[in-house]
């Protein structure tokens, strides 16, 4: 799947890339002839043997880095790292997200369930993050032609489609998210003219993030991976430039906000 608005030999940086949904969008666009270098980001890369399997394929089109985006002192190193060595990004795709771990995170059903070290945890890695990598890397895309940033967001962060409840923190850190991204791009039309920003919908995936919820998702609606990320990167390819400030689904739906 290519992008068309992006030149010959892209770069590519995927946070989030050592699994699920992050480890599809390296996979798919490694397989892209017109992608260049996909830089993956992962907390232990070391550990990550997917993406090991994948440089031994790919070789130096494929460079693995350290990155907790709950630290920001990484986050600016790598970007200061990519400056110094004059590397300019295409595309920037924010993956990783925290519904739930293991004994600290848990959906919350009711307002009772709230509780502050849940919170903390979920907002730094779906929002705080998120937030510190607009920051340090949209100054860093592309100025010459047309790049990308996104992130990977939700429905369930749509306060208008917000007809259940609960989820409390899930879903806050998501329209939070959402607003960083519409905000960004109203400065980006400024400042960085050249970058469209987005927030993805991947739709429910087969990916640890979804497993422990989906029951009661008919099979139709569940994806794999390699259809998740090939319907969004179908939907990435269809945004032409100075368009931004948006919130997409994977069937290429614009979700309100």
Known sequence: MSINSLPDAYHVLIQGASRGIGLGFVESLLEDSRCGLV???CRLPEYADALIDLQ???????????????QPSAIEELAERLTEEQIELDLLLNVSGLLHESDRVHPEKRIEDLDWESLSRVFAVNTLGPALMLKHFLPRMRRDGHA???????????????????????????AALNQLIKTAAVEARRRF???????LHPG?????????????????????RRYAVARMLEVLAEIEPGQSG???????????W
């Open 56 to 70: 031994q394929r790919f070789g130096e089109r494929l460079r693995l880095e350290g990155l907790d985006v709950t």
């Open 193 to 199: 003219k050249s970058v469209s920003l987005v927030a």
């Open 39 to 41: 830089i993956a980001c």
């Open 246 to 256: 948006i919130f997409r689904a994977w069937d290429g739906e614009d979700i309100p």
């Open 148 to 174: 990308l940033f996104a992130v990977l967001s939700a429905r369930v962060g749509s306060i208008s489609d917000n007809r259940l409840g609960g989820w409390y923190a899930y879903r806050s850190s998501k």
């Open 204 to 224: 429910t995936t087969d990916t640890d993030l979804s497993r422990p919820f989906q029951a009661n998702v008919p099979e139709d609606k569940l994806f794999s």
